[in-house]
Every structure is written in structure tokens, then in C-alpha cells.
């Protein structure tokens, strides 16, 4: 039997996700949806629909990035 060439979503994951990770991942997924393929299109569309990082803050690309890299620990 083939392995696979993709990740089964979830896979990776020890539990299920939370309700903050789910609706991020909903808007990011709408946002590339609607075709927007750069780090500073998604962040300034997150802003548009009153997305916030984690601090309360506007998203930056830096602060995107950061928590991309923390939720995939």
C-alpha cells in the first residue's frame, strides 16, 4: 500500500483544535479563498474583518508569523 503524498488534517495534532484556532483558520482559509496570496494581504485582510493577534493588537506580519510558529509547535 502508497503512503500518502499529503497530511490527513489533524494528523500532527495531539487534540482537537480550540475555538480560537478554528475560527482563525476559517478566516485565513476565506481570505485565500478570495484570492489573496501574499503574508501582506492576509494580514491586512485579518485586520479588515476585525481579527486581532493574541495580544488584542492588529495582526502584523510579524506577529502572524509568530503565532503560526507557535500554533505549529
Do not use: C
Amino acid at each position: 500500500m502508497e503512503t500518502p503524498l499529503y497530511l490527513e488534517p489533524m494528523q500532527t495534532r495531539d487534540e482537537p483544535p480550540t475555538p480560537y484556532e478554528t475560527k482563525l483558520a476559517g478566516l485565513i482559509h476565506a481570505i485565500f479563498a478570495e484570492g489573496h496570496e501574499t503574508l501582506p494581504a492576509l494580514v491586512g485582510a485579518l485586520n479588515e474583518r476585525g481579527s486581532t493577534a493574541p495580544d488584542g493588537s492588529a495582526w502584523t506580519e510579524e506577529t502572524f508569523r509568530a503565532e503560526m510558529r507557535r500554533l505549529g509547535e
